[in-house]
């Protein structure tokens, strides 16, 4: 009985193959979408020789994207928005003897060093006797700007 079904089971595959190849035969577009799908990902170019069948058909041009351009935070929440990013994880709540932002009392006696240094200490981190503030909060690819912000809102928000 098994050996019937087996033999059955052979047929029927050797008919839809047939079959099967029959119809990619008889289709010359089947035909080409299959040597296309076949074909080496390499072409050798050989020097002295005519290669002009390798030649690859211009693409066509991309059209222009419209530079999307981010928009320019709004005055005054560039530095919040650096600040929630990249410093509130220490300055937040006074993590690691950084000045807790809204202190006032902490930060009097680092606001009276100027901004200059303060901008300073803060893009090129700063090691006091509180502990150790990283560059930039630890994000170098902040740029100088963005954190000289954020300094801004935590002293305008820390008087
Ligand atoms: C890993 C924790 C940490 C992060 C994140 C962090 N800071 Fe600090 N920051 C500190 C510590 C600690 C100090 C205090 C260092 C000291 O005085 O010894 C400090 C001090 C400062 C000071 C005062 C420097 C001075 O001269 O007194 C400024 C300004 C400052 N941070 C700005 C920032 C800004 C802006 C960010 C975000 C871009 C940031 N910090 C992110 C830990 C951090």
Redesign the pocket.
């Given at each position: 009985m098994l050996v019937v079904v087996a033999l059955l089971l052979i047929g029927l595959a050797r008919f839809v193959g047939k079959k099967q190849y029959a119809v990619t035969q008889a289709d010359p577009a089947v035909e080409a979408a299959i040597a296309e799908r076949i074909a080496p990902v390499a072409k050798l170019a050989i020097a002295g020789e005519d290669n002009s069948a390798l030649v690859t058909p211009d693409q066509p041009a991309e059209p222009e994207q419209p530079v999307q351009q981010a928009a320019a935070p709004a005055e005054g929440t560039a530095g919040k928005e650096?600040?929630n990013m990249?410093?509130v994880?220490?300055?937040g709540a006074g993590?690691?003897?950084?000045?807790k932002y809204g202190d006032a009392a902490v930060w009097a006696p680092?606001i009276a060093?100027g901004m200059d240094?303060?901008?300073k200490?803060?893009i090129e981190g700063?090691?006091?006797?509180?502990?150790?503030?990283?560059a930039?909060?630890?994000?170098v690819d902040?740029s100088d700007q963005v954190?000289m912000d954020?300094?801004d809102y935590?002293?305008a928000g820390s008087k």
């Amino acid at each position: 009985m098994l050996v019937v079904v087996a033999l059955l089971l052979i047929g029927l595959a050797r008919f839809v193959g047939k079959k099967q190849y029959a119809v990619t035969q008889a289709d010359p577009a089947v035909e080409a979408a299959i040597a296309e799908r076949i074909a080496p990902v390499a072409k050798l170019a050989i020097a002295g020789e005519d290669n002009s069948a390798l030649v690859t058909p211009d693409q066509p041009a991309e059209p222009e994207q419209p530079v999307q351009q981010a928009a320019a935070p709004a005055e005054g929440t560039a530095g919040k928005e650096t600040y929630n990013m990249a410093c509130v994880a220490c300055h937040g709540a006074g993590i690691a003897g950084a000045p807790k932002y809204g202190d006032a009392a902490v930060w009097a006696p680092r606001i009276a060093k100027g901004m200059d240094t303060l901008h300073k200490h803060a893009i090129e981190g700063f090691h006091g006797d509180a502990g150790f503030m990283p560059a930039k909060g630890g994000r170098v690819d902040l740029s100088d700007q963005v954190v000289m912000d954020a300094v801004d809102y935590m002293v305008a928000g820390s008087k």
